[in-house]
């Protein structure tokens, strides 16, 4: 088999081994390579040790040298080299005692997670392929390298690797080594908010999000999301809902950053087809809006099993959006997400119910109360929820949000006033006809923009000083 090899990642390779060394890529790199996809980076294995490498290339940077880990530039880019190692004693689930080097591959190749990630090559050699991960690719599975229990026993990160490499990949888990995840869950309670993100981010924006089900089967979501298993369990009886909500919550992630046509072929509602418009997305989302969508979906219902009540046979949830807020905080904090992607997805949270009165006035009511920062994406979360639900369901409520969208582009259009930024009155102003600071004075403010959202033609200073001194005498 070959691989092509980058220009710099070939030229690192050869110069090892004009050296008198051995030296490969390896891992995800070759994987990737292999299935046809870009790999995100290249990293080199080789006999020589740090020091080895640092007097073959001029410009060096000690990134890991403890661990065997130097990075060499060439121009402005760095390339992670390291020296084969075996492992020491692992004590806390997480990462070894120790590292010894070694001047054999294999040994270097028995320390990694998974088959598909213990290949290596160069163009002297080919494939190094000692634990059939070739095999392993070919037959779409996730299967760890020796023993399963051994490696989760090393890093328990590499039970929820296992789950985002098949979310990713498509792949399936073997046998033996899921057995080994569910023996072994325990063992993630060791590992840091900051990894366990990094791993739930990876497999949420996967495309294949619906494999955080078989992390709930396999009593990971227990531990790094119990969260979740309660929604696995919250059934939802009533004509809008034909999944449990964590299901619900599973098929509308699903949705995120999905393109026009993919959205079509779900659509099974014919008389909707001639509106459906609606699902194009007015801009190209970022890498961050999606990951921001993607949380939002995964968690817009979490309030729901504790709001959860049932009348005549029919559940209601009365009250989720502000209770899945607050939730959310709390699960995006124990994480340790930055403070504007907590506000983000709370906020989309909190107003993702929101039911916005199709007129103009009430349209800029509701784009007041929301916040014309995350009105777009809004949008984009009422679709995806509303696509989650029963097709029973879709028409009513795709029409519906197409009218808001329409409403609101008018309302943009004409740069209609929808909140105190844009009011052509302010404090100042009020001191100038007499008006003392204090509570009252944003409550005065408070009436006038009222005024505005009911009526646009308003926001000119002289109108609204009149009205604001009739409010001062009231």
């Known amino acids: 088999m070959k691989i092509v090899l980058p220009e710099k990642v070939d030229y690192i390779i050869n110069e090892l081994i004009e050296h008198g060394y051995e030296a490969y890529a390896v891992g995800g790199c070759i994987r990737d390579s292999i299935l046809g ?13 740090p020091q080895e490498v640092k007097k073959i290339f001029r410009r060096t940077i000690d990134t890991g040298i403890i661990h065997g880990t130097v990075t060499v530039m060439l121009e402005k880019e760095g390339y992670e080299v390291t020296t084969y190692r075996i492992d020491g004693e692992y004590e806390d689930n997480r990462r070894p005692k120790s590292v010894a080097f070694t001047a054999d591959l294999v040994e270097d190749l028995k320390r990694r997670d998974f088959t598909i990630n213990a290949m290596a090559y160069n163009r002297e050699k080919g494939l190094v392929d000692v634990f059939g991960g070739l095999s392993d690719l070919q037959k779409g599975i996730i299967r760890c390298v020796g023993s399963a229990v051994e490696r989760f026993e090393e890093d328990a990160l590499r ?10 990949l498509g792949f399936d888990i073997e046998e033996e080594t899921l057995k080994a995840v569910k023996e072994k869950v325990k063992n993630l309670e060791a590992i840091s908010a900051e990894r366990i993100r990094v791993e739930l981010n990876k497999l949420i924006l996967s495309p294949n999000p619906d494999k955080l089900v078989e992390a709930y089967k ?3 979501t227990k531990i790094v999301l119990p969260e979740f298993d309660a929604m696995m369990e919250t059934e939802q009886r009533n004509p809008h809902h034909i999944y449990s909500v964590g299901i619900h919550a599973i098929k509308a992630v699903e949705q995120v950053g ?9 659509m099974d509602t014919k008389e909707v087809l001639p509106d459906l418009e609606i699902l194009k997305t007015e801009n190209d989302l970022t890498p961050k809006e999606i990951l921001v ?18 009348d005549q046979g029919e559940d209601h949830f009365y009250g989720h959006p502000e209770k899945g807020a607050e939730v959310s905080k709390t699960i995006l904090r124990r994480l340790k997400f930055d403070n504007e992607t907590i506000e983000l997805v709370t906020r989309l949270i909190r ?55 329409r409403l609101y582009q008018e309302i943009k259009a004409k740069n209609e006033c929808v909140n105190l930024k844009n009011l052509e009155v302010n404090g100042k102003d009020l001191i100038l006809i007499g008006l003392k600071p204090g509570k009252s004075m944003g409550e005065i403010l408070d009436r006038l923009l009222m005024q505005v959202l009911e009526d646009p033609s308003l926001n000119n200073k002289e109108a609204l000083l009149e009205l604001a001194k009739e409010y001062i005498t009231d």
């Not at 999905?258 to 779900?266: E, T, V």
């Not at 969508?293 to 049932?310: A, F, Y």
């Open 351 to 405: 107003w993702h119910d929101y039911r916005f009165t199709l007129t103009p006035q009430g349209m800029r009511r509701g784009i007041n109360k929301a916040g014309t920062d995350i009105m777009d994406l809004l949008f984009e979360v009422k679709i995806a929820d509303s696509l989650a639900q029963s097709p029973a369901t879709w028409a009513e409520k795709l029409m519906n949000i197409k009218e808001a969208k």
């Open 258 to 266: 999905r393109d026009f046509s993919s959205r079509l072929k779900d």
């Open 159 to 168: 039970i929820l690797r296992a789950i985002r490499f098949s979310a990713q």
């Open 293 to 310: 969508l993607r949380w939002t979906m995964l968690l817009h219902d979490v309030g729901k099993p504790g709001s959860k009540t049932t």
């Open 218 to 220: 396999a009593g990971i």
């Open 37 to 49: 996809r870009e790999p995100e980076d290249w990293d080199i294995t080789t006999s020589a040790n």
